[in-house]
């Protein structure tokens, strides 16, 4: 089946401009994560969620940052006002959720999408 | 506060050799998942291997195993008979079982391993 899918695969952008990124993650998971990763760094989680529960949002650096998920399909991640700091890769992950009596090896593992690379001029 | 270390920024080895990545963690969870994740220029992120904390046993995917010392709270990553497309940012992740849900990861800086042919 496809994978997680990001657009823009590419976005350049004026410092004070908006930006929206998309995530489509994988059908039937559940969960859904943002991470932001700076040149040459690890991933930093941003935002986590998971059905109808309200999302984790502690990773997020400032308010200019926001996300929404309609129930359990497609997410944007919007940075408001973008600044230079913003520039990065954002990457989108999705994994099911490991309920009770649930069996799978997988079902906790978080499958990637390829992310979205945004330059802030 | 959990945190994972990679200690080791960038690492070399010659083809068909065998090569060990470090890294450590440090948490006060006692169920927990860790990974170790394969970044290609690409940017995709692919699973390499994982392991549950509650199990004694190392985990071993083909040519890659892991060294999973919980005491020590260390897990190294061996890649065995290193092939050219192995060359790539490595990152450990650790990631936490919350209410019996899936969780977000917790990663390290990464190792950028170059194989030499």
């Known amino acids: 089946g496809a994978g997680v899918s990001q657009s823009p695969s590419n976005k350049v952008t004026e410092k004070g401009k908006d930006v929206e990124l998309r995530c489509d993650p994988i059908?039937?998971?559940?969960?859904l994560y943002w991470y932001r990763q700076r040149l040459g760094q690890g991933l930093e989680f941003l935002i986590y969620f998971q059905g109808n529960s309200a999302p984790d949002k502690s990773g997020l650096p400032s308010d200019r940052f926001s996300a929404e998920r309609t129930g359990e399909s497609v997410s944007t991640l919007t940075i408001q006002r973008t600044q230079q700091e913003d520039s990065a890769v954002y990457l989108c992950a999705s994994s099911l959720t490991r309920r009770p009596g649930l069996a799978g090896k997988r079902d906790n593992e978080q499958f990637f999408g390829p992310g979205t690379r945004l330059t802030v001029l | 506060a959990q945190t994972v270390t990679q200690s080791q920024p960038e690492m070399s080895v010659q083809e068909a050799e065998t090569v060990t990545l470090s890294c450590t963690y440090d948490t006060s969870e006692s169920d927990y998942y860790l990974f170790w994740y394969k970044q290609p220029p690409s940017r995709q992120m692919i699973l390499v291997i994982r392991?549950?904390?509650?199990?004694?046993q190392n985990a071993t995917e083909n040519r890659f195993s892991v060294n999973f010392q919980k005491a020590a709270k260390s897990f190294s990553l061996k890649i065995s008979d290193s092939q050219l497309g192995d060359a790539a940012m490595y990152f450990c992740a650790y990631s936490w079982n919350y209410g019996g849900a899936t969780n977000k990861l917790i990663f390290g800086t990464g190792t950028l391993l170059a194989v030499q042919p």
């Open positions: 392991q549950e904390a509650y199990k004694q």
């Open positions: 059908s039937g998971h559940t969960a």
